[in-house]
DNA sequence: GTCTATAAGTCGATAGAC
DNA sequence: GTCTATCGACTTATAGAC
């Protein structure tokens, strides 16, 4: 594990607070108090409490992306593309657990450029998710479901999957990336 | 469909711009623009902000226990349970899709006596779940799954719900409920 | 039941000393 | 790079006229 920055470290913390609060009931004082410093001190490394937010979100947003493009561009089946996708997300949820828990909730603070960007971000994961749903119908290795609406059911479940790990932090990380692929995917009813 | 008493009216209002914004970043003044008064004058009809936020959530809080609880009494099989429960969510959302929205993100916003009987409320309703889960694993109608892995897993995409429903929302109750039911318990892939 | 005026506090951010 | 002092805007909520 590096070094952290200065910044670095304001910018966990204040994902801590955020993710407890909500950003615009964590106030720049809050997250001073939290660094053991005076309110003002932060602007040394940071140029506005909204940078925070904004830089949080955008990197999260790009490590999607990034994982997103590995598993589109890997040479596997559509459903093992779908099963990687899963362990995308454990992945980036145990290493970064506290950014994670912002996206389904503190997007909306986003403002201008970062906005756009977020989106923009977003829009592409979800577009490359699409695909593989329908590339998995076409093989016929899921069933011919409504695609938005079993994609959004299964986006659901993993973003908001930090939340249960926060509380079960012992689990093997291979274990959790196969019970998730059973939730998710072969569902829980016996046959 | 009732007529709406004046605090009813401010109540889906709030509940529209609280999951718009945030409770945090909605002012009382934007609550009184969108009633068409100044803000004071809402106070003739509330006590407070956080008065709003606790009926909307003690509310739907309510909901869900009363829905569960006419599903536990109910003569018929734990999966059958199971498949009613998504159900329920499916009406719920439907029929309160603002108030709905606030359960993931803006409970953390509840104080005091409000927060107490909320959070009593959800463990209630989980605790209910929870059994409901593993006399399904008992009857050898789920898999033997990491129970409240799962539980969580289906109440993330149930919660959810209704980000989807309002851009869908020509959709037919039975039809999302059959559909819901595929997604979360016999799964997506084909076998 | 709605308004204007305003109290009392908190917000994000800056100026300038050290 | 950290501090104290402080600005100006905004916050929830109340007082009191109509």
Chains 1, 2 share one sequence.
Request: hydrophobic fraction near 40%.
């Amino acid at each position: 594990m590096s070094k952290l920055s200065r910044k670095e470290e304001i910018k966990n913390c204040a994902a801590r607070l955020f993710r407890k609060k909500g950003f615009a009931a964590t106030s720049v004082r809050d997250i001073a108090k939290e660094m053991g410093m005076e309110a003002p001190s932060l602007y040394n490394h940071i140029s506005s409490k909204q940078e925070i937010l904004d830089e949080l979100l955008l990197e999260i947003g790009e490590a999607f992306v990034e994982g997103m493009d590995q598993i589109r561009t890997a040479p596997i089946s559509s459903i093992q593309k779908l099963e990687r996708l899963v362990g995308l997300h454990v992945s980036l949820t145990i290493e970064h657990t506290d950014a994670i828990s912002l996206i389904p909730s503190e997007y909306v603070h986003l403002e201008g450029k970062a906005e756009q960007q977020y989106f923009k971000l977003r829009e592409q994961y979800e577009k490359e998710l699409r695909k593989i749903f329908r590339a998995c119908i076409k093989e016929k290795a899921i069933n011919e479901v409504n695609v938005d609406l079993a994609m959004f059911s299964m986006l659901s479940s993993l973003r908001w999957l930090y939340s249960w790990y926060s509380k079960n932090k012992k689990i093997n990380s291979i274990a959790l990336e196969q019970e998730m692929i059973k939730n998710l995917i072969d569902g829980i009813r016996v046959n």
